[in-house]
């Protein structure tokens, strides 16, 4: 009973000290009385020493072996034959003196995440690194054979990618290191078994192996970190340069969230400073020897946000952190748009959240140059709702007629008492003297600000039109737009009180720069999915685009508060914020490829390639834009490779001030997003990236609208083993793409083009040529390519020049007569479905292609309605131009409408496309 009650007390002492986890509580096996544990299976192949083991044996005497007992081995030192171990503390221990060994192979997230942690605090090249295997073995109050009263207590850990290695050795209480009688001494390091590859510990074999727990190799003491997949061992160390990481990287732009910063190792008597976008500098905490903590001030732009750490005002350390406004679905409910402070100010209002459980809810007011803020509610336990009175959402004191407010719904991480923001809400406040829709004070303000505007149509010429026309299901984007977040479908009050008569909004992700505005346009929709042009319904010119919202604010908020709120002069700010009536639209072009992959060029040229290698999909000329793509050979049922290939990532590189996004999936099928080549954990929804829109949908798709016309969207297989990649580029870019999806031109004979600009006449039904003197010149080299590797890898290792596909044009193979048999059934004569079938033995891959196809057949039906009705007029807006603006030579109107309805087919299948996925 004694001995169960210290191992409770030092269990409950070491959650906070050097160890990580661990006991029966954590769900942890031990053992008091037995010399060697194991075999036990490792769920892959587990690198080290640059090989590559399957099981693993844990020894009393503090060794973990792999795929050898140690039962009958005898302590002798590094390096040793037959032997393939790491030993954390290796000496001749008893049982019967007391001791225990916890042992478990960890899934928590909290354990794994402080072990992520450690790793990429010592290793800059491993910021990626993520554990599929990982293991924790203690050794807790192992006692000397010759003095019980004496006990060491340690800890490894080993984990494990599948490529990279790390061993973790933590130190807590080391007070024997004799082998009983014998004039030898423990030591600790890794042995391969060959009888000359090792690595020790200095001091090993000595007396002094014991100070092995106040030393460290990554300055925290009793810590030692080693990198053991190489042939090598490799140490390590601080990061002393580079990228740090950020908890939480993604944020509200409103201010007030703590930042927690790993990386560097910190001195608690140093002094950190952050440097935000190069002009604002602010504290960074240091709160441990991990990490400092510093808290947002106001942020002024939605998206990629420079961030420079200085220790010391001499080490300097890099990060990247994002903002964002609120979602465009609110999570928060029983809030209005706007409130006015001398109305119904005493009411009682209730809140609610989607989710989370909240502690303290806050005020937030944003001025030109701050913000101020307040406790709303604060709770001593989690909450999910909240009430008070209309009065408690204002501030003692106005400084404005307008003022821009934020509700946050805040939250405290339990350990650490850092405060984040579930959720925030936008709401005006109307102060006093403007009860009156129609008085006089509203009336000149607005007619001011009216005199100082400058001519709106410079601005609408260079922003995108807006569509004529919505697609039925109303998507939350197409094209370069997505949705409006104060007027959408799921915050339909945002419509009513500020577009009466609209369903719906969408604003545009690009912008025009011009007279030092970086100007938005908007675009609103009626319920017959109709363009709506003018006050009140209509969609607005944004002098400020969205993504700078307190710009926005001042610029184009404020005033239609003044003007169309406070007084009657809406049509004073439709004339200098008019809407866009849909005359300039041109329908995008679209491209990509699926299946086996079969590809569609911008100008509709469809064909079959499988090359095995990194390839340029397209990139545009005279310019920094590139989206390149990995195919690899699709990986049968057995494990073996099929001869045909598919998509498994795809890198898009734009400008320097627009982030690189990398979507890959690797061996294991897991999915792994790279931005600006650091690995991120992406939750679902929306996320603003420098330059584009991302947004991620349980794992099954995802989209990215950048901002200068370009869309993509990636769509995983229901087993994520392969991509399917749609695209769509605005007409502008008319003659200057080049890559496997041609020439985009209108031309279809000159979509097979080379590098070196030499157009070559092939079949595009002929796939082996296409191969052999298309494809393979468009594939990358190291020089070249815009992907991301992981440590330990490199362009070569995902190209095969010698690999050669079936071809189409050969005829087809099946595996056996049942197969197809099933594929004929399926497919009937689509050939693409059958091939795919054919070489892959996955009959869903070929009707993907095949479900796919029969849906855009039924949506010619509703295409054809579309173009139809374009031919009327939506609010005293004529638009049957449309229809007209393609006329080719032969003059008809019937030809012109054929065309246009072929292009908008090809727009549409993307938003159908998911749901084939999922029927």
């Not at 490894?156 to 599948?162: E, K």
């Not at 303000?445 to 039925?472: N, V």
């Not at 006050?535 to 010119?541: E, H, I, K, V, Y």
């Not at 949506?859 to 939506?874: D, G």
Request: proline content about 4%.
């Amino acid at each position: 009973m004694k001995f169960k009650i210290l191992i409770i007390i030092a269990l409950v002492q070491f959650l906070d000290g050097s160890l990580y986890p661990f006991g029966l509580e954590n769900g942890d096996k031990n053992s008091t009385n037995e010399q060697s544990l194991g075999p036990f299976q490792i769920s892959l192949e587990f690198p080290f020493f640059n090989k590559s083991f399957s099981t693993y044996f844990i020894n009393l005497n503090g060794l973990i072996s792999f795929n050898n007992d140690t039962n009958n081995i005898t302590y002798d030192r590094f390096p040793l034959k037959d032997l393939v171990c790491m030993a954390p503390f290796w000496s001749d221990i008893s049982a019967t003196n007391g001791g225990s060994i916890f042992y478990r192979q960890v899934t928590d997230s909290t354990t794994l995440n402080q072990i992520v942690a450690d790793i990429k605090n010592s290793y800059e090249s491993f910021v990626n690194f993520r554990p599929t295997w990982t293991l924790i073995v203690t050794w807790f109050e192992i006692a000397d054979k010759s003095n019980e009263d004496l006990k060491n207590t340690f800890q490894a850990i080993i984990t494990t990618n599948g490529r990279h290695s790390f061993a973790i050795f933590n130190y807590d209480e080391l007070e024997w290191s004799k082998l009983g009688h014998a004039n030898q001494h423990a030591q600790a390091g890794f042995n391969l078994g060959d009888g000359f590859t090792y690595f020790a510990l200095n001091s090993s074999y000595t007396a002094q192996v014991t100070n092995i727990q106040s030393n460290s190799n990554v300055e925290k003491s009793g810590k030692w970190i080693f990198r053991i997949d190489d042939s090598l061992v490799e140490e390590g160390g601080c990061n002393t340069q580079g990228y740090v990481s950020l908890d939480p990287y993604y944020v509200y732009f409103i201010g007030g969230e703590d930042v927690q910063i790993t990386g560097p190792c910190f001195d608690l008597k140093d002094t950190a400073t952050i440097l935000i976008e190069s002009y604002q500098s602010i504290e960074c905490k240091i709160i441990d020897e991990n990490s400092c903590v510093f808290r947002t001030p106001l942020l002024k732009k939605i998206g990629r946000i420079s961030v420079v750490l200085m220790i010391k005002d001499k080490k300097k350390f890099y990060a990247n952190l994002y903002t964002r406004d609120q979602s465009v679905r609110p999570e928060i409910s029983g809030l209005k748009p706007y409130y006015y402070r001398n109305r119904k100010s005493n009411q009682s209002m209730t809140i609610n959240w989607a989710y989370g459980h909240a502690t303290d809810i806050y005020v937030i007011r944003i001025s030109d140059n701050g913000t101020e803020k307040k406790i709303l509610k604060t709770y001593n336990h989690s909450q999910t709702a909240a009430s008070f009175d209309h009065s408690d959402l204002f501030f003692d004191s106005n400084f404005n007629s307008v003022e821009n407010n934020y509700l946050a719904v805040g939250v405290k991480k339990s350990k650490s008492q850092l405060e984040n923001y579930l959720f925030i809400y936008n709401f005006i406040v109307l102060n006093e003297n403007t009860n009156e829709k129609n008085n006089e004070t509203s009336n000149s303000t607005c007619e001011e600000w009216a005199l100082e505007q400058k001519d709106p149509s410079l601005y609408l010429q260079g922003l995108p039109p807006c569509w004529p026309r919505l697609p039925s299901f109303a998507p939350s984007s197409f094209g370069d737009f997505v949705q409006d977040k104060v007027c959408n479908p799921s915050n339909p009050d945002g419509c009513s009180f500020l577009h009466p008569g609209s369903q719906v909004c969408y604003t545009s992700r690009s912008s025009y720069f011009l007279n030092s505005k970086r100007s938005g346009q908007q675009c609103c929709y009626d319920s017959n999915r109709n363009l709506l042009v003018g006050p009140p319904s209509g969609g607005t010119l944004d002098l400020a685009h969205i993504d700078r919202p307190v710009d926005h604010f001042v610029e184009d908020v404020r005033p239609y508060y003044w003007c169309c709120i406070l007084s009657n002069q809406c049509n004073l700010y439709y004339e200098k914020r008019p809407s866009d009536n849909g005359t300039r639209w041109t329908p995008p072009s679209p491209g990509g490829g699926s299946g086996d992959p079969h590809f569609t060029t911008f100008d509709g040229v469809e064909y079959t390639f499988n090359g095995f290698g990194e390839y340029t999909l397209f990139e545009l000329i005279e310019s920094n834009f590139s989206c390149q793509i990995r195919t690899s050979p699709f990986r049968l049922n057995d494990g073996s490779d099929s001869s045909g290939t598919v998509f498994t990532a795809i890198a898009i590189k734009g400008g320097s001030d627009t982030d690189l996004v990398q979507i890959e999936l690797d061996s294991g099928n897991n999915l792994l997003i790279f931005i600006n080549g650091i690995l991120c954990q992406i939750d679902d929804g929306s996320m603003d990236l420098n330059n584009l829109l991302f947004i991620k949908n349980n794992d099954t798709s995802i989209e990215l609208i950048y901002s200068i016309g370009i869309n993509f969207q990636i769509l995983l297989t229901p087993m994520k083993n392969a991509f399917l990649i749609f695209s769509s580029i605005e007409s502008k870019f008319k003659g200057k793409t080049r890559g496997l999806l041609g020439n985009f031109n209108g031309d279809t004979k000159d979509d097979f083009i080379l590098p070196n600009g030499q157009v070559l006449d092939l079949n595009s039904e002929k796939d082996k040529d296409i191969f052999e003197q298309f494809g393979q010149k468009w594939l990358t080299n190291v020089e070249s390519s815009v992907f991301t590797y992981q440590k330990g890898y490199q362009h070569e290792n995902f190209v095969d020049l010698n690999y050669k596909p079936k071809y189409i044009q050969d005829g087809l193979n099946f595996s056996n007569s049942s197969l197809e048999q099933i594929a004929k059934e399926k497919c009937g004569n689509n050939a693409n479905c059958l091939y795919d079938i054919s070489v892959t033995s996955e009959i869903e891959v070929g009707v993907l292609n095949l479900n796919f196809g029969e849906k855009l057949e039924n949506f010619q039906k509703e295409i054809l309605e579309i173009s139809e009705t374009t031919t009327s007029t939506s609010n005293g807006l004529l638009t049957n131009n449309l229809l007209t603006s393609t006329l080719n030579n032969c003059g008809t109107v019937y030809l012109s409408l054929k065309n246009q309805i072929f292009v908008l087919i090809k727009i549409f299948t993307i938003f159908y496309f998911y749901q084939i996925f999922n029927e």
